[in-house]
């Protein structure tokens, strides 16, 4: 059963730490995405990989670090330095080849306690 | 940056009516996408249609582009309460990254 999985679903956090959300996808696509969604807005891009140990950043990297160690994998760390970290994050991936639609996991709602 | 601004911000229709959404961009586009998101729930791809097609159909989805308006519409044909959802455009540029940017989205009701 392919497909794009995200751990935990909901996660709460003290303001000062550290958290790792995790993306996960079998599909075998190269490229990997991670967006912040706030309430009634749309999707904002954080960071992306097209290919294994390499990353780029998005629109709002700062605050967030990632790492592409393996194909399969793009975890996002949310640091303490991110000042509004609370929101609904969404992990993406994508095959270079064909028409590049993106296929999301089911997000993770990060809330700062 | 937000390329995509979508139009209505929501849209309440009783069921079996028609729902059309717009979207406009500001830069050139290799395509534009449309996908639809449940409430708390991960996006869900729908529709691609290139920069070079003018009209996409896809069962009751109809998608059209103008690229010298830099807007796209998609109609939800006969819709039913089932389509109640969140519905985003998303271009991507032509420079080939793969990367989206998506609107603000349009929410749309559909009430039986």
């Known amino acids: 059963d392919g497909g794009i999985t995200q751990s935990p679903k909901y996660l709460f956090r003290k303001e000062g730490q550290n958290v790792t959300l995790s993306c996960e996808q079998n599909l075998n696509h190269d490229a990997m995405y991670w967006y912040r969604q706030d309430p009634g807005q749309g999707l904002r891009l954080i960071y992306y990989s097209q290919i294994v140990n390499d990353f780029q950043k998005g629109d709002i990297a700062e605050g967030y670090s990632v790492s592409r160690e393996k194909k399969e994998s793009f975890p996002l760390t949310v640091t303490s330095a991110q000042k509004n970290p609370t929101a609904f994050y969404l992990c993406a991936s994508s095959s270079r080849q064909g028409h590049n639609e993106q296929f999301f996991g089911p997000g993770t709602r990060l809330t700062v306690l | 940056s937000q390329q995509g601004e979508e139009d209505p911000q929501a849209l309440s229709i009783q069921e079996g009516e028609n729902a059309t959404m717009n979207c406009s961009y500001k830069t050139s586009i290799n395509n534009l996408q449309w996908y639809r998101q449940n409430s708390g729930r991960g996006l869900v791809h729908l529709i691609l249609?290139?920069?070079?097609?003018r009209e996409k159909h896809s069962g009751r989805l109809r998608v059209t582009l103008d690229t010298s308006k830099k807007s796209s519409s998609l109609l939800i044909t006969a819709s039913r309460a089932a389509d109640t959802a969140s519905y985003f455009c998303?271009?991507?540029?032509?420079?080939?990254?793969?990367?989206?940017?998506f609107g603000q989205g349009t929410t749309l009701q559909v009430k039986p």
């Open positions: 998303a271009t991507e540029g032509s420079s080939n990254t793969g990367k989206l940017i």
């Open positions: 249609i290139r920069s070079n097609e």
